[in-house]
T-cell receptor
């Protein structure tokens, strides 16, 4: 079955710097790749997603890139702010079915 | 904005007891899921449900687990005889269409504590 690896497990950046989180997936049939932000004790919230027919997508300070050949995708957050501090999960899905999540990245933005 | 809701927010039970976790998916959604998250770990898929039947289930979803859509709005997860290792946050999610890549909307979760 699908396996999603996520790195790094923790990431500390200075406010204003960029943060990059990387994921790889194993199933070449996966075609949907969402990123979720989860604050302590809260539900996962979708922040951006990308489908396999697109290589890059941007929404203000957040961007996601997808390399289907290499089977990896990345989350880029620019101009980080303290409120970006949270756990970020990547996930992969095929044909709109179950999400397979990565292990998560704890992002700390230091002010 | 419509949201997935879940009750209760926290459930404490004794080992061996049955628990039922309840979810109300977004009203026009057709595909429903249960996930769980053990404290400090990743979110894991349990089961998906479409057209009143299970579409897929994981290895975690053994005979102790069952799901039901008893009416037009509720979606429930039952654990027949809870074990200590069932302690986790359980999230319900729903999506509008089956078979297509669409956002899954998560509920706020039920924290299950098995003593």
């Amino acid at each position: 079955g699908e396996n999603v690896e996520q790195h790094p497990s923790t990431l500390s950046v200075q406010e204003g710097d960029s943060a990059v989180i990387k994921c790889t997936y194993s199933d070449s049939a996966s075609n949907y790749f969402p990123w979720y932000k989860q604050e302590l004790g809260k539900r996962p919230q979708l922040i951006i997603d990308i489908r396999s027919n697109v290589g890059e997508k941007k929404d203000q300070r957040i961007a996601v890139t997808l390399n289907k050949t290499a089977k990896h995708f990345s989350l880029h957050i620019t101009e980080t702010q303290p409120e970006d501090s949270a756990v970020y999960f990547c996930a992969a899905s095929k044909r709109g079915n179950k999400l397979v999540f990565g292990a998560g990245t704890i992002l700390r933005v230091k002010s | 904005e419509p949201e997935v809701t879940q009750t209760p927010s926290h459930q404490v039970t004794q080992m061996g007891q049955e628990v039922i976790l309840r979810c109300v998916p977004i009203s026009n959604h057709l595909y429903f899921y249960w996930y769980r998250q053990i404290l400090g770990q990743k979110v894991e898929f349990l089961v998906s449900f479409y057209n009143n039947e299970i579409s897929e289930k994981s290895e975690i979803f053994d005979d102790q687990f069952s799901v039901e859509r008893p009416d037009g709005s509720n979606f429930t997860l039952k654990i027949r005889s809870t074990k200590l290792e069932d302690s986790a946050m359980y999230f319900c999610a729903s999506t509008v269409l089956a078979g297509q890549p669409n956002e899954q909307f998560f509920g706020p979760g039920t924290r299950l504590t098995v003593l």
